[in-house]
């Protein structure tokens, strides 16, 4: 099995005091920063852009992981790639042009993603498959935190890791992921979990209790645990 990762969405963060809150529960365990960006025209919200990604890049040694909810993409791969990202994401309904874009990120020397919305079928990664390290699914529709997890992602997540079986592709699940809900995700195949509001949620003494309690979730899913 591939190894299971905990990504906090730093949207969920206290932004007066961004820095300090992306050390703060990347020190309570957890794996991978989810930073979550969007413009306001592909998804119907701001969140911020690379000048403050880069601000943050120094806080930890661990992988950032950006999900980009912008469109058009291309013309800021290389802002985020110098930001510091270490793999970048980008939607399969963001252009129509996935292939050159997932080329483009490949060539700045990170690794790639393709994300797919809730309504978006997973054939349209098929063409792909070659040029990714990650398949992140959508468990809700993007743009805000805080929402609750669409059921039918589970047969989705089955669908896309018997696509991806026997590849070097790890597969994220993103939106209103929680110690509920990981057991049936990790079960179904997938293995890094986005999490927002159920990681940051009562503050900065809690952050270690909520993800030991996501990830205890998904290693039951998986087998790991009794
Ligand atoms: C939604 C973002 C998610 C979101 C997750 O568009 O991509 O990463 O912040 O937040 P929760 O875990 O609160 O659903
Ligand atoms: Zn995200």
């Known amino acids: 099995m591939r190894p299971l990762k905990i990504c906090p969405s730093i949207l969920a963060a206290d932004f007066s005091k961004l820095g300090e809150d992306v050390h703060a529960v ?13 413009d306001g025209h592909f998804v119907p919200n701001i969140s911020f852009g690379p000048s403050v990604m880069k601000s943050i890049r120094s806080v930890t040694d661990k992988p950032f992981d950006v999900h980009l909810m912008i469109a058009p993409v291309d013309l800021y791969l290389q802002d985020f790639a110098h930001a510091g990202a270490d793999i970048i994401s980008v939607h399969a309904e963001a252009g129509p042009h996935i292939h050159r874009t997932l080329q483009a990120i490949r060539a700045l020397g990170k690794k790639a993603g393709v994300v797919l919305n809730p309504g978006t079928h997973e054939c349209a990664i098929e063409p792909v498959l070659d040029m990714v390290d990650m398949v992140l699914l959508m468990s809700v529709n993007p743009g805000f935190g805080g929402q609750t997890f669409i059921p039918s992602t589970l047969q989705k997540i089955r669908n896309v890791a018997a696509m991806v079986r026997g590849r070097d ?4 699940v993103d ?13 179904a195949g997938a293995n ?18 909520n993800i030991a309690a996501i990830r205890a979730s998904a290693e039951l899913g998986r087998g790991e645990r009794v």
């Open 192 to 209: 890094w979990f986005v999490a927002g509001s159920s990681v940051f949620r009562d503050g900065p003494a809690h952050y270690a209790r």
């Open 175 to 187: 939106g209103g992921v929680d110690a509920s809900n990981a057991g049936d995700i990790a079960a």
């Open 169 to 172: 592709i790890d597969l994220e």
């Open 26 to 38: 990347m020190s309570a365990g957890a794996d991978i920063v989810h930073v979550d960006i969007m």
